[in-house]
C-alpha cells in the first residue's frame, strides 16, 4: 500500500528556517516523482514543485523558484521542503503528493495527510 | 502558463446530478483530473485523463472535457459528496495547475 507520511505541525517565527518531511514507503521510491502543494487557510491548492528522488532532478512552478527548496534523501525515502526564511504568508497546510503518468496526463494519485505550518510573531 | 476557472460554488438537491465546470483556453486539447477534498483531509483523485476513475471512486462520478469546458458531474448526489473540488492539468512546461476551486453544497 502505497503511503505517504508527513512530518507533525509546525510554529515558527518570523525569519526563522523550516525542513519539512514526507516519507513514503509501499513502492519503489526512485521511480517515481515527488510534488509539494500549498494550501493557504480557506484558499485553494497551488503547485509548488516537483523532484525525482532517483537522480534529485526538480522543477519549481515560477511562483515559488527561489521561495522554497525541495530535496530528497534515498537512504530514507523522503522528501523535503524546505524555507530559509520564513514569512507571515507562509502559513498554511503543505502536501506532499506522488506524481504519476498515464500516458500523456499526469496528476497526483496519493498524497500525504499535509503538515500545517504556522509563522507568527 | 494557462489558468482554469470554477464557480466558487455548486448546490444541488439530494438525489440530483450536479455539474461542475472548468473552463480555459482549449482545454479540450489537455487531459483534465478532478481531486475531492473534505474538509481537514487531503484531496482525493477522483477523475483522471477527463473521464477515468480510479478504483474505488463510485461511477457516480463521472468527467468530460471538450472545446473549453471540461465537467465533473456527480449523478444521485449523497450528503459525502459536500466538499471541495479541484480540476487539475499537467503541462510539462508549466507543470501542475489547479482551478480555482468550487464547493458543493447539499440543499
Known amino acids: 500500500e502505497v503511503q505517504l507520511v508527513q512530518s507533525g505541525a509546525e510554529v515558527k517565527k518570523p525569519g526563522e528556517s523550516l525542513k519539512i518531511s514526507c516519507q513514503a514507503s509501499?513502492?519503489?521510491?526512485?521511480?517515481?516523482?515527488i510534488g509539494w502543494v500549498r494550501q493557504m487557510p480557506g484558499k485553494g491548492l497551488e503547485y509548488l514543485g516537483i523532484?525525482?528522488?532517483?537522480?534529485?532532478?526538480?522543477r519549481y512552478s515560477p511562483s515559488f523558484r527561489g521561495l522554497v527548496t525541495i530535496s530528497v534523501d534515498k537512504s530514507t525515502s523522503s522528501t523535503y521542503l524546505q524555507w530559509r526564511s520564513l514569512k507571515a504568508s507562509d502559513t498554511a497546510i503543505y502536501y506532499c503528493?506522488?506524481?504519476?503518468?498515464?500516458?500523456?496526463?499526469?496528476?497526483?494519485?496519493?498524497w500525504g495527510q499535509g503538515t500545517l505550518v504556522t509563522v507568527s510573531a | 502558463s494557462f489558468d482554469l476557472a470554477q464557480p466558487p460554488s455548486v448546490s444541488v438537491s439530494p438525489g440530483q446530478a450536479a455539474s461542475i465546470t472548468c473552463s480555459g483556453d482549449?482545454?479540450?486539447?489537455?487531459?483534465i483530473s478532478w481531486y475531492q477534498q473534505r474538509p481537514g483531509q487531503p484531496p482525493v483523485l477522483v477523475i483522471y485523463?477527463?473521464?477515468k476513475r480510479p478504483s474505488g471512486i463510485p461511477e457516480r462520478f463521472s468527467g468530460s472535457n471538450s472545446g473549453n469546458t471540461a465537467t465533473l458531474t456527480i449523478s444521485g448526489a449523497q450528503a459525502l459528496d459536500e466538499a471541495d473540488y479541484y480540476c487539475?492539468?499537467?503541462?510539462?512546461?508549466?507543470?501542475?495547475?489547479f482551478g480555482s476551486g468550487t464547493s458543493v453544497t447539499l440543499l
Open positions: 503528493a506522488r506524481h504519476e503518468c498515464s500516458g500523456i496526463d499526469c496528476f497526483f494519485k496519493y
Open positions: 509501499g513502492y519503489t521510491f526512485t521511480n517515481d516523482w
Open positions: 523532484i525525482f528522488p532517483g537522480g534529485s532532478e526538480t
Open positions: 482549449r482545454l479540450g486539447h489537455k487531459y
Open positions: 485523463q477527463d473521464d
Open positions: 487539475h492539468a499537467w503541462d510539462s512546461t508549466t507543470g501542475h495547475v
